[in-house]
């Protein structure tokens, strides 16, 4: 009997077995699709870290409860809309992706949730219809860059009193909305502190060498960058070609003064990428993008680098060190 039964036992194991396995087979693990401006993992490392330690803290595991299907254009704008099309075709569950690769995704799917991270003017570029009440399948994170721009201008001329002409690098490849607004912006803040600007676009970083010595061609006293994923992802190259050419250089992200960029002025970028996992678990538990507000970043980080600063022969006037939230000596 006891033989019997022990058999019984194991044609039910048996034939429960691949009901076990289709069950395994057929739960969904989420898939999130990640566009990239750099070209590989490595060069992504601080912002896909933060963006996976963010997912953590909310409980995803990769590769348990949830997948990263990432794709790098490695700064190659026009790669943009085949990698997003990779994506919709892959029917991921959710795309997140920066200024320009989130624009690029919207073209692609109406139907598929977009969620962009600090974009700088997202109703500009008409990712939304309001911040309030996105509309649509897109939400995420703004990063302000229009004030930013002001605010950059404006510490440089606190820096230094006979400012008279500024340069500022942009990236020609970004969405035409978004470098109106902020070269708007920044003309704006020019004409009350009676500053010049000069801007000068590059497509790639093979341009960088041009697009500087063009600023120093045109005698300008210092260098604003735009917020861009490729001047972030060649911040150290920046960094170099600004003191080569005798240029103070002032970014929106810590990372670029940390390279050796003069100044940084914005939002923290690396918990911003953090923050998106916020929207990632909203939308994967079933909130429409359409009701879930674009969120604008309360605190920015000011960051000085003296080492810049004794290296270029300039003084940074104690009343904007005092101002600082952190300085590289």
Request: charged letters at 20%.
């Given at each position: 009997?006891?033989?019997?039964?022990?058999?019984?036992m194991?044609?039910?194991?048996?034939?429960?077995?691949p009901?076990?396995a289709?069950?395994?087979?057929?739960?969904?693990?989420?898939?999130i699709g990640?566009l990239w401006h750099?070209?590989?993992?490595?060069q992504?490392?601080?912002?896909?870290?933060a963006l996976?330690?963010?997912l953590?803290?909310?409980?995803y595991?990769?590769g348990k409860?949830?997948?990263l299907?990432?794709?790098?254009?490695?700064?190659?704008?026009?790669r943009?809309?085949?990698?997003?099309?990779?994506?919709?075709?892959a029917k991921?569950?959710?795309?997140?992706?920066?200024?320009?690769?989130?624009?690029?995704?919207k073209?692609?799917?109406?139907?598929?949730?977009?969620?962009?991270?600090?974009?700088?003017?997202p109703?500009?570029?008409?990712?939304?219809?309001t911040?309030?009440?996105?509309?649509?399948?897109?939400t995420?994170?703004s990063?302000?860059?229009v004030?930013?721009?002001?605010?950059?201008?404006e510490?440089?001329?606190d820096?230094f009193?006979?400012?008279?002409?500024?340069?500022?690098?942009?990236?020609?490849n970004?969405?035409?909305?978004f470098?109106?607004s902020y070269?708007?912006?920044?003309?704006?803040?020019?004409?009350?502190?009676h500053?010049?600007v000069?801007?000068?676009?590059?497509?790639s970083?093979?341009?960088?060498e041009?697009?500087?010595?063009e600023?120093?061609?045109?005698?300008?006293?210092?260098v604003?960058?735009?917020p861009?994923?490729?001047f972030?992802?060649d911040?150290?190259?920046?960094?170099e070609?600004?003191?080569?050419?005798?240029?103070p250089?002032?970014?929106?992200?810590a990372e670029?003064?940390?390279?050796g960029?003069?100044m940084?002025?914005?939002?923290?970028?690396?918990?911003?990428?953090?923050?998106?996992a916020?929207?990632?678990?909203?939308?994967?538990?079933g909130?429409?993008?359409?009701d879930?507000?674009?969120e604008q970043?309360?605190l920015?980080?000011?960051?000085?680098n003296?080492r810049t600063?004794?290296?270029?022969?300039l003084?940074?006037p104690p009343t904007?060190?005092?101002?600082?939230?952190k300085?590289?000596?």
């Amino acid at each position: 009997m006891k033989r019997r039964a022990f058999l019984a036992m194991l044609g039910t194991a048996a034939a429960a077995c691949p009901l076990t396995a289709l069950a395994q087979q057929t739960t969904k693990i989420p898939r999130i699709g990640v566009l990239w401006h750099a070209g590989n993992e490595q060069q992504e490392a601080l912002f896909l870290g933060a963006l996976r330690k963010g997912l953590n803290e909310l409980g995803y595991v990769e590769g348990k409860n949830i997948e990263l299907v990432n794709r790098f254009a490695d700064e190659h704008y026009d790669r943009f809309d085949g990698l997003a099309a990779e994506l919709v075709k892959a029917k991921v569950d959710v795309i997140v992706g920066s200024i320009s690769s989130a624009a690029t995704a919207k073209r692609q799917t109406a139907t598929i949730p977009i969620i962009f991270i600090a974009s700088g003017d997202p109703i500009g570029m008409g990712l939304v219809d309001t911040l309030a009440r996105p509309g649509g399948n897109v939400t995420g994170t703004s990063n302000l860059v229009v004030d930013i721009a002001s605010k950059n201008l404006e510490l440089l001329k606190d820096c230094f009193s006979n400012l008279s002409a500024v340069g500022v690098l942009a990236n020609s490849n970004t969405n035409a909305a978004f470098l109106r607004s902020y070269v708007s912006a920044m003309q704006a803040a020019a004409e009350v502190l009676h500053v010049s600007v000069h801007v000068v676009g590059v497509r790639s970083p093979d341009e960088f060498e041009r697009g500087f010595s063009e600023m120093g061609n045109a005698h300008v006293d210092a260098v604003i960058l735009m917020p861009d994923g490729m001047f972030n992802n060649d911040r150290n190259r920046i960094a170099e070609l600004a003191l080569a050419h005798n240029l103070p250089a002032i970014g929106w992200s810590a990372e670029l003064a940390e390279a050796g960029a003069l100044m940084s002025y914005g939002a923290n970028s690396a918990d911003m990428f953090r923050h998106a996992a916020f929207y990632i678990d909203k939308v994967l538990k079933g909130t429409n993008p359409a009701d879930i507000p674009v969120e604008q970043p309360m605190l920015f980080d000011f960051v000085v680098n003296l080492r810049t600063a004794k290296a270029l022969g300039l003084s940074i006037p104690p009343t904007v060190l005092a101002r600082a939230g952190k300085v590289i000596d």
